[in-house]
């Protein structure tokens, strides 16, 4: 497997509270993305990026911020966490674009109650 | 609204059996990629298409992408327990660069 972390791998939170996901990967991709899955959905594209601080929406944005310092971190915010954000959060990387195959962790799952 | 179309959603088959998933785009797709995701993992990549009409196995596996390259499917000949999961194809739409996922089929076997 490409080498990515996820952390936190599994959350609760409340309803209102913030909330960020990271995700570090180890071989200097220059594409890295935040998708979520949702039963009958498949997986939405959130926010992806291109370089560091290059970022740009995905599908499914609104409600979600993310911020790339480093080529190596990706961090997905949640400003005000509600219970739609109730989700499977997967990271992936990318040698290319969107085009390209794209090398996922391990998922973050996370619970607004 | 979902821009690329999986069906079936799912499908139960016994093992040895043959299994077909069937992706289907609005629009014209530059490409089409498929991917594994085991119960509980992540997806993995499996096989990227390019060109219309194109046809690639592995082992036991046939991906298909259609002459007007809008549509898609993987075959899985004789399927076994370890060919358990959910199969997704992710497609970019033409003149965007977007990688849009089908709802995905999820396969389970009876051994």
């Known amino acids: 497997d490409a080498g990515i972390t996820q952390s936190p791998r599994h959350k609760v939170t409340e309803t209102g509270t913030p909330v960020t996901l990271r995700c570090h990967q180890t071989?200097?991709?220059?594409?890295m993305y935040w998708y979520r899955q949702d039963p009958g959905h498949g997986l939405r594209l959130i926010h992806y990026?291109?370089?560091?601080?290059?970022?740009d929406k995905g599908e499914v944005s609104d409600g979600y911020s993310v911020s790339r310092s480093k080529t190596e971190d990706f961090l997905l915010t949640l400003e005000s966490a509600t219970s739609s954000q109730t989700s499977v959060y997967f990271c992936a990387i990318g040698t290319g674009g969107l085009g390209t195959e794209a090398f996922f962790g391990q998922g973050t799952r996370l619970t607004v109650v | 609204g979902q821009q690329v179309m999986q069906i079936p959603q799912y499908q139960h088959v016994q093992e040895g059996e043959d299994f077909t998933t069937y992706c289907n785009s609005s629009?014209?797709?530059?490409?089409i990629q498929w991917y594994k995701q085991r119960p509980g993992g992540h997806p993995v990549f499996l096989i990227q298409?390019?060109?219309?009409?194109e046809v690639k196995k592995q082992k036991r596996l046939t991906f298909q992408f259609g002459e007007a390259k809008k549509n898609s499917s993987l075959h899985i000949t004789a399927t076994q327990t370890t060919d358990v999961g959910t199969y997704f194809c992710a497609g970019t739409l033409q003149g965007a660069q977007k990688l849009v996922f089908g709802q995905g089929t999820r396969l389970t076997i009876n051994p």
């Open positions: 990026s291109y370089g560091v601080k290059d970022t």
């Open positions: 629009t014209t797709l530059s490409n």
């Open positions: 298409l390019v060109k219309s009409g």
């Open positions: 071989e200097n991709h220059r594409y």
